[in-house]
């Protein structure tokens, strides 16, 4: 066991647990929020500007509620520093970590802001909207405007020209068909000139085959570069959101492994054979696990903020569910162990500082013992001497009579305590060693009275 901590060194490592644990919270809830930074409905049609803004506005709630949290972090950092904590280079690093990661997010918001209202504005129809504070617009407005207009002016020539050049050929067709429905072949007049027309004609047909197969062969190209469209679409789609629930994934793991870390930690302190060597050490362990029941009922908040995002993974269909899921369990498992682990921890601490305690009274008591030991072996060497002894012994025998009953309660009160302890084997030795040296000296006392008192009758037979 290591030296005792003094109250102002016990009060700064309480600090420094404090900090801690508000830096962990804080940094895991930067994380959780950083994964709704990109939210995959930003650009979804089912949401009017509105909505959106809405959204957005109450994340941006959430963020100005959460900044006085991280001053207050930043001060008691700050204020850690100041005092000269023998933990400063942690403190500091810690400190920087958590101010990185705020700064970070805040830009992350801010980009997301933008890039939502472009997005909102390109969806809305093609015109000129005149901003409301009177500025002409940028240059680099009006040439994507410009752009968009010369691909909708190219796109309309091409369907003006295609339409252009089917035309005739739908005229012509429409005009034949009418020719080769007419039921003037079957008179048998003038055949021979109705056989070379209708020749004439099926050869401009058959002239005419390969450009309408042409047409034919287009139709199909057009049918699969549709299909081919819209699975490019659905790939590119599945591919952003995959890429964002990635982007999630990483902030989520990384929760996971600083709450892995911690629950470690815990497991470790709470499984300590350590219970103290003295009344002083238990009485620091009892303090110390005061502190780590502490961090751990603070702790459920970040299980919670863990449960949280896995059921919202579920709800969207995460690409590793099935490994998110497994990760939160065990978490939740681990953390849920910690219960009993520390009700055994305190329920050893309680019983070790009640065996101190009466290692304490013990202590007591063979001093007291001791001392009497010391007055009674003493030997007279006259009448004087010998009386005095005789005196002194019973005055010590009434005083056992009365001291009695406390020995006999620290006696008890270490076999009851005995049971079922983890010091039950040293309990039990020197309760009865208290036990023997209380018997000993009750017995020495007697025999010391007797032994005196023939020493007197003697001296005086001497005498006489």
């Not at 961090?295 to 998110?324: M, W």
Request: with cysteine; charged share 30%.
């Amino acid at each position: 066991m290591g030296e005792i901590m003094s109250p102002k060194e016990m009060a700064g490592q309480e600090q420094l647990v404090e900090f801690q644990h508000l830096c962990d919270q804080m940094m895991f809830w930067i994380n959780y929020k950083e994964v709704i930074v990109w939210p995959e409905d930003l650009k979804s049609e089912k949401d009017s500007q509105l909505i959106m803004k809405q959204k957005y506005a109450k994340f941006n709630e959430e963020v100005a509620a959460q900044e006085s949290h991280v001053n207050d972090v930043m001060k008691l950092a700050d204020l850690l520093i100041e005092s000269k904590h023998p933990d400063e280079i942690v403190i500091r690093r810690r400190r920087e970590e958590l101010k990185q990661s705020w700064q970070r997010m805040r830009k992350l918001a801010l980009k997301r802001q933008m890039l939502g209202q472009e997005e909102l504005a390109g969806a809305q129809p093609m015109e000129v909207i005149q901003p409301e504070d009177g500025k002409k617009p940028t240059l680099q407005s009006v040439a994507t405007e410009a752009k968009l207009l010369r691909g909708l002016l190219e796109d309309f020539l091409r369907l003006e020209q295609f339409e252009k050049d089917c035309h005739p050929t739908k005229t012509w067709i429409n005009e034949t068909i009418g020719l080769m429905s007419d039921d003037g072949h079957l008179s048998p007049t003038d055949l021979n000139l109705k056989m070379d027309n209708h020749k004439k004609l099926e050869e401009d047909v058959m002239s005419r085959k390969n450009r309408v197969e042409m047409l034919t062969k287009i139709q199909a190209h057009l049918t699969d570069v549709l299909k081919m469209w819209e699975v490019l679409l659905a790939a590119t789609e599945l591919k952003s959101i995959h890429m964002s629930q990635a982007w999630q994934l990483e902030k989520f793991n990384h929760g996971i492994d600083n709450m892995t870390v911690w629950l470690a930690e815990v497991e470790a302190t709470l499984s300590s054979p350590d219970f103290g060597s003295d009344l002083a050490s238990v009485e620091l362990l009892t303090k110390e696990h005061a502190l780590l029941e502490r961090d751990i009922k603070t702790h459920k908040d970040i299980i919670d903020i863990i449960v949280t995002a896995a059921q919202q993974f579920s709800e969207c269909g995460h690409f590793d569910l099935k490994n998110i899921l497994s990760k939160k369990d065990v978490v939740v498992k681990r953390f849920d162990g910690l219960g009993p682990l520390q009700s055994e921890r305190q329920r050893k601490l309680v019983d070790a500082l009640k065996a101190y305690q009466l290692f304490h009274e013990m202590d007591v008591e063979e001093e007291w013992i001791a001392k009497k030991h010391e007055v009674i072996a003493g030997r007279g060497k006259d009448i004087d001497t010998v009386r005095a002894l005789i005196k002194e012994t019973q005055s010590i025998l009434q005083a056992m009579q009365i001291h009695d009953p406390d020995v006999q309660r620290v006696i008890q009160s270490g076999q009851k305590l005995a049971r079922g302890h983890h010091l039950a084997e040293e309990i039990n030795k020197r309760t009865q060693q208290l036990s023997e040296h209380w018997t000993s000296l009750k017995e020495r006392a007697f025999e010391r009275k007797q032994s005196n008192q023939l020493v007197l009758l003697f001296l005086f037979q001497i005498k006489d």
